[in-house]
């Protein structure tokens, strides 16, 4: 590098400075000197190709263009996991390989044998690298070469109304029974129950207004039993929030959807039931 600098600088020094040329003369012959030279930029801005300012940009972006709270966290836990696996290394620098590297790490140490799960975390890190894309701060997305995982699709089958009522004698708490008796009620999805306050309830109506991930808020029938549980539910409790399913312990939050999926999955366990039961299928024989 030093050797190409001081040949670069000898000869314009020689043939032009020397020779003081007047200005079209040096133009000319800078140009023919430099032909022999392949001249970069140098980046000014430091930051500019730094993977954790990047990953706050793209978020700051999704979040401002409307990408819904629960999935703005998934991209947020992914890309930051993301980033403690490569540290300091700039965007440009990571490859197909370091891809896979990292899909294997989140595979082996994390005990991820979901294909489902694998693929969710290919996926975002495919959007993040479209985006880098995008920005024009890389020429390829490396994750496009990364091959999908298969998703085996599990099919989800309603409940029959004597596993339903098995479902109800399992639950052993008025949380779990107010949990399964409202998403049979109004078929609602986790981020929807999740995000549900107490406030969202007519009493006198029996109805509750549900808001959807960017659609319009609809209102739905509740049924005796649904109201009568969760009512249950709410006089049990004495943490004071408007929330409408909280966590058992201080400092009192929001049930996440992971909570709410494992709270499903214990009552299951409980039951000799056959079937898949999960929110989903709850919600499938909703819809029956």
């Known amino acids: 590098m030093n050797d190409a600098k001081e040949t670069l600088y000898g000869s314009i020094y020689e ?18 000197i430099l032909h022999d030279f392949h001249i970069i930029e140098i980046e000014k801005d430091v930051n500019r190709f730094d993977l954790s300012t990047n990953i706050n940009k793209f978020l700051a972006e999704k979040d401002r263009f409307g990408l819904s709270r629960n999935s703005l966290n998934s991209y947020k836990i992914q890309l930051n996991m993301f980033l ?21 790490h989140r595979e ?5 044998s979901s294909t489902s799960s694998l693929e969710t ?13 995008d920005e024009k701060l890389i020429e390829h997305n490396p994750v496009s070469r990364v091959k999908a995982y298969k998703i085996k699709e599990v099919e989800i089958e309603p409940l029959e109304e ?9 639950c052993k708490s008025f949380r779990e029974r107010a949990v399964i008796e409202f998403i049979l009620s109004t078929g609602c999805k986790l981020n929807e129950l999740n995000n549900m306050n107490i ?23 509740l049924s005796k039993i649904a109201i009568n549980h969760i009512q249950q539910y709410l006089d049990s409790r004495q943490d004071g929030t408007n929330y409408l399913v909280v966590t058992e312990r201080r400092p009192y939050k929001r049930l996440s959807n992971r909570g709410i999926q494992r709270e499903v999955a214990k009552i299951y366990k409980r039951t000799k039931i056959k079937k898949n039961v999960s929110p989903q299928a709850l919600r499938h024989t909703f819809a029956k």
Do not use: M, P
Not at 15 to 23: S, V
Not at 108 to 112: E, H, K, R, T, V
């Open 108 to 112: 082996d140490n994390y005990n991820i």
């Open 15 to 32: 043939n032009i400075i020397k020779e003081n040329l007047n200005n079209t003369l040096a133009c000319k012959k800078l140009a023919e």
């Open 121 to 133: 975390i290919r996926a975002i890190l495919r959007v993040f690298f479209d985006w880098l894309v």
């Open 199 to 221: 406030s969202d309830i007519n009493w006198q109506e029996a109805t509750v207004e549900i808001k959807g991930d960017g659609r319009k808020n609809r209102v739905v029938l």
């Open 162 to 170: 004597q596993e339903i009522e098995e479902l109800r004698h399992a």
């Open 84 to 104: 403690d696996f490569f540290k300091d290394r700039r965007i440009q620098d990571i490859k197909r390989d370091d891809i896979k590297e990292f899909l294997y």
